[in-house]
């Protein structure tokens, strides 16, 4: 885990500094407008969802389902870019309408860094060039999947496992300190 992380996680999540958090999850994420141009590009839907104050902003960028026969897969990128530390995850995915008479599931899916498709490769370089243009790195599977050692989930909240990983520290306001007065 890098310094900028370890830093925001102590700050935020041990010291309890729920103000620094409010703050930074409610500033305007500017980005360059290179950025909304590889987005709009011709073939990709995008869909952005964010709350007003959310510790990131994401998009969901779908691509032209592939049809040959009675193969089809759609694939989707997802775009992570935390206002906590300036970092940001790219998730690339697929599904695959499953045919088999026997099946237990609709769909095989998977997910992970690497693209499924040159499109999803073409779009991962040009907004890393973009987004480490202004500064932000781009975190790996390995990175926002590390565990926080002595850092858990509030009571009742099982969905997750039992130990908060760097992308919900990151990313999500799994405290709900968004809906609150902790600050």
């Not at 026969?69 to 690339?92: E, N, P, W």
């Not at 932000?136 to 990175?143: H, P, T």
């Amino acid at each position: 885990m890098d310094n900028d992380i370890k830093y925001m996680i102590n700050r935020i999540y041990y010291e309890k500094d729920y103000e620094y958090f409010a703050v930074k999850s409610s500033k305007d994420l500017i980005l360059p407008r290179a950025f909304y141009d590889i987005l709009s590009k011709p073939g990709l839907t995008v869909n952005e969802w964010n709350s007003k104050v959310n510790p990131s902003r994401a998009w969901t960028i779908r691509y032209k389902a592939y049809q040959k026969g009675i193969f089809k897969v759609r694939y989707i990128t997802t775009l992570l870019i935390s206002k906590l530390v300036d970092c940001y995850y790219i998730q690339h995915e697929f599904g695959v309408e499953n045919q088999d008479i026997n099946q237990m599931t609709p769909v095989l899916d998977g997910f992970g860094c690497q693209a499924y498709t040159q499109d999803q490769e073409i779009l991962r370089n040009d907004l890393s060039e973009i987004l480490s243009e202004v500064g932000y790195r781009e975190l790996s599977y390995a990175e926002v999947n590390e565990a926080i050692l002595g850092l858990s989930y509030p009571e009742g909240v099982t969905i997750f496992g039992p130990q908060v990983i760097v992308e919900r520290a990151i990313f999500y306001d799994f405290l709900g300190l968004s809906n609150s007065d902790k600050g």
